[in-house]
């Protein structure tokens, strides 16, 4: 049987991830692909969505959170007997040996060359404590299923980094044993818009903008945004309310993300506690991490790194204090600068329009200088081909602290070139075009001096704005600045 669902509902974006699945669907041989990504994400989405009207056989059994061995080879053996056998009573093990055994001999009873699809989802769920989920997963598909033309074993879960360690970079039984792989993202700010679009809300650029920056570009959060309201009012009712899907979020995301949520917790909020991002030993520091010699703290580090919560970069030509780390994800940005601070007062109701009078205060314009640039990180491959660079111009952040009466600085962003040249560019949000007057023309040169001192470069040194309104036109704008990125340039269709 193939999979039912709502006809009209159709995919939005994800063309390189429906690449994947077209190619694994029309391969002559088993495949095995591992899709994971954050909560809330769309990866079930995707692969229902898909296969709904493939002409295919589609198993999907789905791992129950904190449910024991017996509960999810329940589950597990009430879908054998639904896809497989038309919903007779089938009796249920007490292991996954049988009931991988069950499974294999389900699928013997199909004739024919129709592909079978098997998607075991939020596996990690599955994998209950001394459950051998793994080991009779390995036995099974060495054994049986990736001699069987037919099947396509597809598996997923939210917590990223357990699909990359125990199965992806798996170095047992399942090593190499993955054909194809998805890591999901959220949506990039073209999709959002097409996503909206497709819900009939039809909003600005600077709108979609103002959402993103709250979203974040998650799929299950932008379909509760709601027609006819601007971005503002949205987000006063899903973020400035104690019922408002937004409120809550926070605790429910990282709880279900995350083993020791709390410390992983801690440590984000450390990382989003820096605009410019936070060494590696000072956060192993700051949560008493020495003694192990930084072990746990970088096990958290990777587990929210895979989860799209952070990422990690070393400054451009930084040689001895090694790792940094920034906060990426908007709605974290958001619920820690917003939401967190006034929660007492939102459990107490807080007056419709909350959010629009918080707009266009200082505090405002500084969280959303940092969403802002969360958003170009996210966006390289829109601002590399703004500037019309090749894709050999590597992305990197650059900062000098100063040494004695040496005045230091940061570089947002820039582009080292193949070209002998490198491109600086400043990342700025504003509502109207920004504005290079004498002062900050001055302050763009001693930024371009310092890097040229700092890292002796001979290289051409180009200096470009990415700024979301774009710029006054001055006889400073004309001197300085090359080249300028609006806000526009980030909606082009790229390759991500």
């Not at 038309?86 to 055994?101: A, G, M, Q, V, Y």
């Not at 917590?159 to 890591?183: E, Y």
């Not at 820096?274 to 703290?297: A, M, R, T």
């Amino acid at each position: 049987m193939g999979i039912s669902g709502d006809q009209t509902t159709q995919l939005i974006g994800r063309l390189a991830e429906q690449a994947i699945l077209q190619e694994m669907l029309e391969s002559n041989q088993a495949e095995f692909l591992a899709i994971y990504g954050r909560r809330r994400i769309g990866k079930t989405f995707l692969i229902r969505e898909y296969f709904k009207d493939k002409d295919v056989i589609f198993f999907n059994s789905t791992g129950s959170k904190d449910g024991s061995l017996i509960e999810q080879v329940q589950h597990f053996t009430k879908e054998i007997s639904k896809v497989f056998y038309r919903s007779i009573k089938l009796e249920s093990s007490k292991n996954w040996d049988s009931t991988f055994e069950l499974l294999t001999k389900a699928m013997e009873t199909i004739s024919g060359n129709k592909k079978i699809v098997l998607f075991f989802d939020e596996l990690p769920w599955m994998a209950t404590k001394n459950s051998k989920l793994l080991t009779t997963l390995d036995y099974y598909w060495n054994q049986y299923w990736n001699r069987d033309k037919r099947i396509r074993l597809i598996i997923c879960g939210s917590s990223a980094s357990w699909i990359v360690d125990k199965i992806i970079s798996n170095k047992g039984g399942l090593h190499n044993r993955i054909t194809k792989q998805i890591r999901l993202l959220p949506f990039n700010l073209r999709e959002t818009k097409a996503f909206l679009d497709k819900k009939d809300i039809r909003l600005t650029h600077n709108q979609i903008i103002q959402t993103y920056m709250v979203t974040g570009g998650v799929p299950y959060y932008l379909n509760n945004i709601r027609k006819g309201m601007s971005a503002a009012q949205n987000i006063d009712l899903l973020a400035f309310s104690s019922d408002g899907l937004l409120f809550k979020e926070f605790d429910n995301l990282f709880a279900a993300l995350f083993d020791m949520h709390e410390l992983c917790v801690r440590i984000i909020k450390i990382i989003a506690e820096c605009q410019s991002g936070v060494n590696q030993e000072d956060i192993f520091k700051k949560i008493g991490d020495e003694k192990n010699k930084g072990q746990l703290g970088l096990q958290k580090l990777k587990e929210l790194e895979d989860a799209g919560f952070i990422i990690r970069f070393k400054p451009y030509l930084h040689k001895t204090r090694g790792i940094y780390y920034k906060v990426i994800d908007e709605y974290t940005l958001f619920y820690l600068a917003w939401i967190k601070p006034f929660r007492d007062n939102l459990v107490q109701g807080m007056s419709s329009g909350s959010w629009e009078i918080q707009q266009k205060t200082p505090a405002w314009y500084s969280w959303a200088g940092m969403a802002f640039e969360s958003i170009c990180y996210k966006h390289i491959n829109q601002i590399r081909a703004a500037l019309d660079l090749d894709a050999s111009a590597m992305p990197n952040t650059w900062r000098f602290n100063g040494k004695g009466d040496q005045n230091g600085a940061q570089i947002d962003l820039l582009f080292d070139r193949r070209d002998d040249s490198i491109t600086l560019c400043e990342i700025k949000y504003t509502s109207k075009p920004f504005l290079i007057d004498k002062a900050y023309a001055q302050n763009i040169e001693n930024k371009i001096q310092i890097f040229k001192n700092a890292t002796r470069t001979r290289k051409q040194i180009f200096f470009s704005m990415i700024s979301a309104s774009g710029l006054q036109k001055t006889r400073y704008s004309e001197e300085l600045i090359s080249q300028v990125v609006t806000l526009e340039d980030l909606f082009e269709d790229c390759l991500r």
